[in-house]
């Protein structure tokens, strides 16, 4: 308790306020000693396995299958059978009702997979369970919604489901990710296997669950765990007709390659590093909130973060003065603290990663902030960063960190602003603030990117397509056009 303080002839006031603890009952989480694959609807024992741990204090949570090649096989054989002997002849109202049963199972079961999502993630509950869960529900709400309406959505072209989707995740969201992926290819009528990341598969485990209480007919999703080589296995077996992957853009090139002439159809969702530019004419205060909500939000573990901040040269000094002042009041630590903002670095490789970039940037010349927190001893941590006086060569502002990690450059004229937010090989997401609506405009007709928010930042809804250009990938997840890559036309 803080000591308190008389002013005046005033009530005395604690001198300082504190928060005091609030963490989320980790007992609402039951989880299994180990864990095997979801195969054809049953829990197919693994081979050989691994432990997966909370990156918020190294502790094991469960132990988990390292598919093997015969276990991604078998898999894929099960996806394969439930296509062609039952789902594929599915009445298209009855397939939406299976998702929508999913989606109010999800919402009804939200808490429990809130904890479970930021006790294997690293997250702060905050976001999971406002943002990770509403979100995955509402695709499932959304793609039930498109499922008897795909005659309506591609008029005169006789759409038809490819056969087994192959689905990779990645870490950063991962029952979200699982979403985006499992809805759509269910509601045109597909089969799926997919692979959760290798740290984060404790949601996609219980999600199993939720299907098997939606009555999803068996084989329909199949579930393998395991590393890259479970996923490399998934890409190259000839029984998948198509590949859904989010994560690297190393690991997406390298599928492409793997994929070139074999028919397969493919769709990359790949990295970032985005430019939030912000006018002089902005609300300064608000585009501050929007600034920390594109980089800190998720430990800036997100593909379309705002990590290069364009800064109007007028405003870049009260701007950065005020974004200073409010990264002091964010609090990291407890990922099950409702208090916390930011988390833990989802793994130690990626905190090597963030690390290392991080060294560079100071190396290369740039000025770094971060405000004075304590980091908890065990778990891996990083404390928001600010780079400032940074130089378009450097590697911070040219590389992914995918951290809680920001570069400020600042620009005189639109054009120049245009100039370096386009000075990427990457193309996903931008953001501009400014009062102006045609500026806005302007601006979004100008920058090469998939998604360009306008005065906020990480705003995501299913009914928004989402995506990238060159290195960001191809095609598009979320609302009309993401059934398209999940059908075939006449
Ligand atoms: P990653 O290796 O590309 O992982 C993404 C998914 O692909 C994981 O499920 C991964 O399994 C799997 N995978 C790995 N190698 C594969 C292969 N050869 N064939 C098929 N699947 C494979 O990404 P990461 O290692 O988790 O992170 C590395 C960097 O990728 C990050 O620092 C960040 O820059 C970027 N990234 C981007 C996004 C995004 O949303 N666009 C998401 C995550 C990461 P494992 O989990 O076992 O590796
Ligand atoms: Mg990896």
New binding site residues.
């Given amino acids: 308790m803080s000591k308190l303080e008389r002013k005046q002839d005033r009530a005395p006031v604690p001198s300082e306020w504190e928060y005091a603890p609030a963490p989320e009952a980790r007992d609402l989480v039951k989880l299994r000693e180990r864990y095997g694959h979801f195969v054809g609807g049953e829990w197919l024992e693994p081979r050989e396995t691994y432990m997966t741990i909370d990156p918020a204090d190294e502790q094991p949570l469960a132990e988990i299958g390292q598919a093997t090649p015969a276990e991604v096989d078998l898999a894929i054989g099960a996806a394969r059978e439930a296509f062609e002997n039952g789902w594929s002849d599915v009445s298209a109202s009855e397939r939406a009702k299976y998702l929508f049963r999913i989606a109010r199972i999800l919402q009804e079961r939200s808490r429990e997979f809130a904890v479970l999502e930021s006790l294997n993630g690293g997250k702060p509950i905050r976001e999971s369970r406002d943002v990770d869960l509403p979100l995955a529900a509402a695709h499932f709400f959304y793609y039930a919604g498109w499922a008897d309406k795909l005659e309506y959505a591609f008029p005169n072209r006789s759409p038809r489901p490819i056969g087994v989707a192959g689905q990779?995740?990645?870490?950063?969201?991962p029952l979200l990710?699982l979403a985006w992926k499992i809805a759509p290819a269910l509601a045109t009528g597909n089969t799926v296997v997919l692979?959760?990341?290798?740290?984060t598969p404790l949601s996609a485990l219980l999600f199993c669950d939720v299907l098997r209480q939606a009555e999803l007919p068996p084989g329909v999703v199949n579930i393998i765990t395991?590393?890259?080589?479970?996923?490399?296995e998934?890409?190259k077996h000839p029984g998948v007709d198509k590949i859904a992957?989010?994560?690297?853009?190393?690991?997406?090139k390298?599928?492409q390659r793997e994929l070139a002439g074999t028919g397969k159809r493919l769709t990359l969702?790949?990295?970032?590093k985005a430019a939030n530019v912000i006018f002089d004419d902005a609300a300064l205060d608000q585009a501050v909130e929007g600034i920390v909500n594109g980089i800190y939000f998720n430990q800036g573990?997100?593909?379309c973060a705002g990590s290069r901040l364009l800064v109007q040269e007028s405003i870049s000094d009260p701007l950065i003065g005020k974004l200073k002042r409010r990264l002091a009041t964010l609090r990291v630590g407890d990922p099950l603290d409702k208090n916390t903002n930011v988390g833990a670095i989802n793994s130690p490789?990626?905190l090597d990663?963030i690390k290392e970039l991080v060294a560079s940037g100071e190396e290369e010349g740039a000025e770094i902030y971060q405000p004075p927190c304590r980091l908890p001893e065990k778990g891996y941590w990083f404390a928001p960063t600010v780079f400032t006086n940074v130089a378009q060569s450097y590697r911070i502002a040219q590389e992914?960190?995918?951290g809680p990690v920001l570069s400020v450059l600042t620009f005189r004229t639109p054009d120049e602003a245009v100039e370096k937010a386009n000075n990427t090989p990457y193309g996903?997401s931008a953001g501009v603030w400014t009062e102006k609506g045609s500026r806005i405009l302007a601006m979004s007709q100008r920058l090469r990117a998939g998604v360009i928010w306008a005065n906020t930042y990480n705003r995501f809804d299913p009914s928004s397509p989402f995506g990238g250009y060159r290195e960001s990938g191809f095609g598009r997840e979320g609302g009309r056009h993401g059934l398209e890559p999940y059908l075939e036309f006449e």
């Avoid at 692979?195 to 740290?199: C, F, G």
């Avoid at 992957?245 to 997406?252: A, D, K, L, N």
């Fill in positions: 990779i995740i990645p870490w950063n969201f990710m692979k959760p990341a290798e740290t395991g590393d890259g080589h479970t996923g490399a998934l890409v992957f989010t994560g690297s853009t190393e690991v997406g390298a599928i969702e790949l990295g970032g573990h997100v593909c490789q990626q990663k992914e960190i995918f996903l």
